[in-house]
């Protein structure tokens, strides 16, 4: 069992910045891939970034390239998603997700088997 909890959301300004981050609970969090997914009211939830079990490897969806960064930091347990020039599209809830395995392609396939709560992002123009 893995536990996810995201923290870090809030209300910013467009052009503002946040930094998003996910606290993985055990000891297997480097083995796995790691991902971030926003879901805005009324919309299916959407692909925001991926990254690889050894944090070489990211995949980015195409709204997002550019503005925001994947990381993790496998001694901590943890994830991040760094998210610079916000737009009111942004405005969202956040989730973090795991994948079973290390490739961080999966997660933007969306084999994922974990997910966090989620956190709240509202962007104001």
């Known amino acids: 069992q893995a536990q996810l909890v995201e923290s870090g959301g809030g209300l910013v300004q467009a052009g503002g910045s946040l930094r998003l981050s996910c606290a993985a609970s055990?000891?297997?969090?480097?083995?796995?891939?790691m991902g971030w997914f926003r879901q805005a009211p009324g919309k299916d939830r959407e692909f925001v970034a991926a990254?690889?079990?050894?944090?070489?490897?990211?995949y980015y969806g195409d709204s997002v390239k550019g503005r925001f960064t994947i990381s993790r930091d496998n001694d901590k347990n943890t994830l991040y998603l760094q998210m610079n020039k916000l737009k009111p599209e942004d405005t969202a809830i956040y989730y973090c997700?795991?994948?079973?395995?290390?490739?961080?392609?999966?997660?933007?396939?969306?084999?994922?088997?974990?997910w966090g709560q989620g956190t709240q992002v509202t962007v104001s123009s």
């Open positions: 055990g000891r297997t969090f480097s083995s796995y891939a």
């Open positions: 990254v690889g079990s050894s944090g070489t490897s990211t």
């Open positions: 997700a795991r994948a079973p395995v290390p490739t961080g392609w999966s997660v933007r396939s969306g084999r994922i088997d974990y």
